[in-house]
């Protein structure tokens, strides 16, 4: 019964260089989140999407980042052009059925670091 | 949109203590209040949670108390052990996009 999975672990970048992180959801379930997270601070939402959809990209810096969730494989959350304040743990997180009665399930994060 | 503030930020206490982290929000549609449980380098866990149809949940050492007229949660751990010092968050929600608190770092002192 595997959980959510993320991929990498770790990621190292240099300034100027892009940045692609991976999650798979949940068995079974078809809504993924990504959220961040700061050194000593809360997550911050980022990106709810659904297979082949994007639903609110409300918490996405408007240039650089951009998420997918195709049909196959896993979702990804790409950051073109990484700078030093991109540095942070992004988690993303899967639910069954998206409505607010449903719990979300976090993977264990991909820390980025931007040298 | 919805605003989750958290207290206290930091918390110690002498294990077999109780320890209540507390957490106010802003929408009052919010129906959906998730608690986790982050230790360092891990992912946030799933402790408990309550919905907005229920005052009291309770899950052995650990309860959440919603008041919803006063929009007001707690998350209350009781004969805390070292295993529960942690990084504690507390989160709301209206529909997709949870909201949650800046944390409360937990020390249970041995």
């Known amino acids: 019964n595997a959980g959510v999975m993320q991929n990498p672990r770790h990621l190292v970048r240099r300034r100027g260089q892009e940045a692609r992180l991976r999650c798979s959801p949940m068995k079974g379930h078809s809504h993924v989140y990504w959220y961040r997270q700061l050194p000593e601070e809360g997550l911050k939402f980022m990106v709810y999407l659904q297979k082949e959809n994007i639903i609110d990209e409300s918490g996405m810096p408007k240039e650089r980042f951009s998420a997918e969730f195709p049909k196959e494989g896993p979702s990804i959350l790409r950051i073109q052009q990484v700078v030093r304040g991109d540095s942070a743990a992004y988690f993303c997180?899967?639910?069954?059925?998206?409505?607010?009665?449903?719990?979300?399930?976090f993977g264990p994060g991909t820390r980025l670091t931007v040298l | 949109g919805e605003n989750v503030e958290q207290h206290p930020s930091t918390l110690s206490v002498q294990e077999g203590d109780s320890a209540v982290i507390k957490c106010t929000y802003s929408d009052s549609a919010s129906n959906y209040f998730p608690w986790y449980k982050q230790e360092l380098g891990k992912r946030p866990q799933l402790i408990i949670d309550i919905r907005s149809n229920v005052g009291e949940k309770k899950d052995q050492r650990i309860a959440v108390t919603l008041n919803k007229t006063a929009k007001h949660f707690s998350l209350h751990i009781t004969e805390t052990q070292p295993e529960d010092s942690a990084v504690y968050f507390c989160a709301a929600t209206t529909g997709n996009q949870f909201y949650f608190g800046t944390g409360t770092s937990l020390t249970v002192i041995p």
């Open positions: 997180a899967s639910s069954l059925t998206g409505t607010s009665l449903d719990t979300q399930y």
